[in-house]
């Protein structure tokens, strides 16, 4: 199989090199060039991958290197970069052609930008795609969204990008999406919880080692889970978290903060009528936490919070 990749940051670089490794042909292309001579090298440094990727010079190199009906993967930040390159290729691709589009992009976008391209007789899917670089590296879990005929075409590509049994198609259009967006709302209620709890212990009369407390975690109680597991390496590496930033990233604070997953989730919960306390509780951590004293109770628990995205997500969260 052979399919067109487009954006080669710190997921797609990680997703295009398991591609290789599990026999698929990728043309890609991405806008800067660092990360292309950074694939570069791995893939001159592997065994496995047979050299079956091509670097595109530009999108209608990407396209004409493809056999129809195309199939192209869109690994791009969420919103207008997405919809910008989607414009970009729409004059580019035929009738049948397939868009894969893995980034986090709100559902309701995906409805409509599979509304407009059927027009033109282009196929378009959504896929959540949840594990971070590491994941998207070794296997990740893909949450897939499309009609029933087009994940057949793609099954074979999504067995390749998802690690063992962790890929489903889950219905129609924004399926997948959807999935994902609650998804991170999830993970946001489970990490505050975990940071709260931490900083509970923390300032008790008792000094816990939390590299072995959390590793007690992680066998066989009923909180063990990836996020204790990570939380553990932070530890490991930093056992008072000491260069870890008290300040949550969630793309800005306050007023300037933009809207993501979580937003998109507690505006739909409203909607749909369901209390989703702990998720709305999780993001005004998040907004505030700018506004938290660092060597304070709270701020270890932000610290926590921090740390754990920056081991499953490679966000930057040292202090600056």
């Known amino acids: 199989m052979k399919i067109g990749y ?17 026999g698929i042909e990728v043309v890609a292309w991405n806008r800067s060039p660092e990360p292309i001579e950074d694939i570069k090298n791995q893939i001159s440094k592997s065994k496995n991958t047979d050299q079956k990727l091509k670097i595109a010079n530009d999108l209608e190199e990407l396209v004409n290197s493809l056999e129809k009906p195309r199939v192209i993967w869109l690994m791009l930040p969420a919103g207008g970069v997405t919809d910008q390159f989607i414009g970009k290729l729409l004059p580019l691709l035929s009738a049948g052609d397939l868009l894969i589009d893995g980034a986090n992009s709100f559902y309701k976008d995906t409805l409509r930008r599979s509304s407009e391209l059927l027009k033109s007789g ?72 975990l940071g709260e709890g931490l900083a509970i212990l923390k300032h008790s009369e008792f000094k816990y080692d939390f590299s072995r407390l959390l590793d007690l975690y992680n066998h066989k109680s009923v909180i063990e889970s990836r996020l204790v597991g990570w939380a553990k ?16 990233g969630s793309g800005g604070a306050g007023k300037e903060r933009i809207k993501a997953e979580g937003d998109w989730t507690i ?25 938290v004293e660092e060597s304070s109770p709270n701020g ?21």
């Open 300 to 320: 270890f628990r932000n610290k926590v919070v921090s740390a754990l995205r920056g081991k499953f997500g490679a966000h930057a969260v040292k202090k600056s």
């Open 267 to 291: 505006e739909l919960a409203q909607k749909l009528g369901v209390d989703a306390p702990s998720i709305e509780a999780s993001m005004k951590v998040r907004s505030d936490s700018s506004n």
């Open 233 to 248: 390496e932070a530890f490991d590496e930093d056992p008072n978290l000491s260069d870890i930033s008290s300040i949550i």
């Open 122 to 193: 282009i196929h378009f899917m959504d896929i959540g795609v949840s594990g971070g670089p590491a994941g998207a590296r070794s296997g990740a879990c893909l949450m897939i969204g499309g009609s029933s005929e087009d994940f057949e075409k793609i099954k074979d590509l999504a067995k390749a990008a998802g690690a063992p049994g962790a890929y489903q198609h889950l219905g129609a259009q924004g399926s997948g999406h959807l999935a994902k967006m609650v998804h991170n709302a999830i993970e946001y209620g489970m990490m505050e919880s």
């Open 6 to 22: 487009i954006g080669l940051g710190r997921m797609g670089k990680n997703m295009v090199l398991r591609l290789l490794e599990q």
